[in-house]
Nanobody, 127 residues
Framework: QVQLVESGGGLVQAGGSLRLSCAASGRAFSSYVMGWFRQAPGKEREFVAAINWSGGRIYYADSVKGRLTISRDNAKNTVYLQMNSLKPEDTAVYYC????????????????????WGQGTQVTVSS
């Protein structure tokens, strides 16, 4: 069993930055594909970014390319989401998730393929 705990959310003005962290328990973290998803009020959950076990393969949603950066530190069992140039439309609850499967871009953007989820952290961007 893997537990994921997100942190780093908060209230920020448009154009500002935040860094989200997701700390994972368990020894197998370094083998997992890790993803970030978000869900805004009244909307469906959407894919944000994913990273393979080594960090050598990364995939972003078009809406966040160039502004958000996913990374991981396997020694610390942590995945990060650096969020720059934030916009009001980035307001959502952000979730990290872990997939025990192998890397595949089509798979990585679909939440149903992830095995473990965190509780989420709220990000609010004011205009």
């Amino acid at each position: 069993q893997v537990q994921l705990v997100e942190s780093g959310g908060g209230l920020v003005q448009a154009g500002g930055s935040l860094r989200l962290s997701c700390a994972a328990s368990g020894r197998a973290f370094s083998s997992y594909v890790m993803g970030w998803f978000r869900q805004a009020p009244g909307k469906e959950r959407e894919f944000v970014a994913a990273i393979n076990w080594s960090g050598g393969r990364i995939y972003y949603a078009d809406s966040v390319k160039g502004r958000l950066t996913i990374s991981r530190d396997n020694a610390k069992n942590t995945v990060y989401l650096q969020m720059n140039s934030l916009k009001p439309e980035d307001t959502a609850v952000y979730y990290c998730a872990a997939d025990r499967g192998t890397w595949d871009m089509g798979r990585a953007k679909k939440g149903e393929h992830y095995d473990y989820w965190g509780q989420g952290t709220q990000v609010t961007v004011s205009s």
